[in-house]
């Protein structure tokens, strides 16, 4: 038995003696507040996803709105035109020349017994 006792202490002595080191405190939280604050992490991210759709429906909306406003900002511009063209030949074609030829086409006559002049003013 003493034999097995200076082992002992012998395998006692070899190994350096080390001081029980100090644990890390460890803080729990409760886990209502985590499940609270995953639920809350979640809503938020909802929202932040539901209003970047919103915003994006809308920049759509515009866009659309916008291209519609070109086009028919580019008829209205080219009704204009087609306004003028008229106009001018409107004004080319009420020329006395054009009527009196017109007339004879149609076969119709100046009688000066039909003829009123108006005097002007």
Do not use: C
């Amino acid at each position: 038995m003493a034999a097995v006792r200076v082992r002992q202490h012998q395998q006692q002595v070899q190994q350096p003696i080390t001081p029980p080191s100090p644990q890390p405190t460890i803080i729990r939280r409760k886990k209502t507040n985590q499940k609270f604050e995953k639920t809350m992490l979640i809503v938020l991210v909802g929202i932040i996803a539901v209003l970047s759709v919103l915003v994006l429906n809308k920049q759509a909306a515009i866009q659309t709105t916008s291209m519609d406003i070109q086009k028919i900002e580019a008829e209205a511009e080219e009704i204009t035109k087609q306004n003028v063209d008229l106009t001018v030949r409107v004004s080319e074609l009420s020329t006395y020349e054009n009527i009196w030829k017109k007339a004879k086409e149609l076969g119709l006559t100046q009688n000066e017994k039909n003829v009123k002049v108006v005097p002007g003013e």
